[in-house]
T-cell receptor, first 115, second 111 residues
Framework: DTAVSQTPKYLVTQMGNDKSIKCEQN?????MYWYKQDSKKFLKIMFS???????INETVPNRFSPKSPDKAHLNLHINSLELGDSAVYFC??????????????FGPGTRLLVL | TQLLEQSPQFLSIQEGENLTVYCNSS?????LQWYRQEPGEGPVLLVT?????EVKKLKRLTFQFGDARKDSSLHITAAQPGDTGLYLC???????????FGKGTTLSVSS
C-alpha cells in the first residue's frame, strides 16, 4: 500500500488553464508539504501544513492555493497556469515537522507541463 | 538565508570505483539528511546525522557530519550500477518547519 500517493502522475495543459493535484498519505502523519523540483532537479519547499493549518508559504505566487481538508490530504490548485510552472511537484509528509531524526516521505511526483 | 551547496553536480564513474559527494554550508544545521532519488520517483531517505563528527555506515555508503555541523559528506566504496541516481543533502530550516535541499549530485555508474 502506497504511503504517499499523488494524482495525476502526468499533467499536460495549456497556458491559462486551472488545474489541481491531489495528495494523500496513509502514514498517520500530522505534517504535509508541497515541494517543486525544477528542470535542474532543485527541490524547493512551497507549502507546509501541520494539522490542516498552513505553516509555510514560501513566496509562492497566489495563483497556487493549497487546501487540506483533513490531516491525510493536501491538495494543490493552480490558477492561470504559466509556462514557468512546468516542473515536478512532490507531496511529502512527516510526523512533527522537519529536523532532528524525522523522516519525510515523498510521493512519486506530478510532472506538470504547461504548453 | 540557509543554503546547502553540493559538489560535484555530476559524477560519471566505472563500477568498482570509489567516490565522495560533498554538502557544505556557511550555516550551522541541527541535523543533515541524505536522500536518494531515482528517475520518476520521489526522494527516499538514506540517513540522518545529528551529532557533529558523527559517522554512519550503510553497507558501502559512509556518511559523515562535520564537527561544526556545517557540512557533510557521502562516500561510496566500490560503486555499483544500482547506486546510480540523484543524491540530495537536506537540512531543516531554522524553524524546523521544512527541509532545505542542496542542488543534488547526479551519479552514473556504468558496468
Amino acid at each position: 500500500d502506497t504511503a504517499v500517493s499523488q494524482t495525476p502522475k502526468y499533467l499536460v495543459t495549456q497556458m491559462g488553464n486551472d488545474k489541481s493535484i491531489k495528495c494523500e498519505q496513509n502514514l498517520g502523519h500530522d505534517t504535509m508539504y508541497w515541494y517543486k523540483q525544477d528542470s535542474k532537479k532543485f527541490l524547493k519547499i512551497m507549502f507546509s501544513y501541520n494539522n490542516k493549518e498552513l505553516i509555510i508559504n514560501e513566496t509562492v505566487p497566489n495563483r497556487f492555493s493549497p487546501k487540506s481538508p483533513d490531516k491525510a490530504h493536501l491538495n494543490l490548485h493552480i490558477n492561470s497556469l504559466e509556462l514557468g510552472d512546468s516542473a515536478v511537484y512532490f507531496c511529502a509528509s512527516s510526523q512533527g515537522g522537519a529536523g532532528g531524526t524525522r523522516t519525510q516521505y515523498f510521493g512519486p511526483g506530478t510532472r506538470l507541463l504547461v504548453l | 538565508t540557509q543554503l546547502l551547496e553540493q559538489s560535484p553536480q555530476f559524477l560519471s564513474i566505472q563500477e568498482g570505483e570509489n567516490l565522495t559527494v560533498y554538502c557544505n554550508s556557511s550555516s550551522v544545521f541541527s541535523s543533515l539528511q541524505w536522500y536518494r532519488q531515482e528517475p520518476g520517483e520521489g526522494p527516499v531517505l538514506l540517513v540522518t546525522v545529528v551529532t557533529g563528527g558523527e559517522v554512519k555506515k550503510l553497507k558501502r555508503l559512509t556518511f559523515q557530519f562535520g564537527d561544526a555541523r556545517k557540512d557533510s559528506s557521502l562516500h561510496i566504496t566500490a560503486a555499483q550500477p544500482g547506486d546510480t541516481g540523484l543524491y540530495l543533502c537536506a537540512g531543516p530550516n531554522q524553524a524546523g518547519t521544512a527541509l532545505i535541499f542542496g542542488k543534488g549530485t547526479t551519479l552514473s555508474v556504468s558496468s
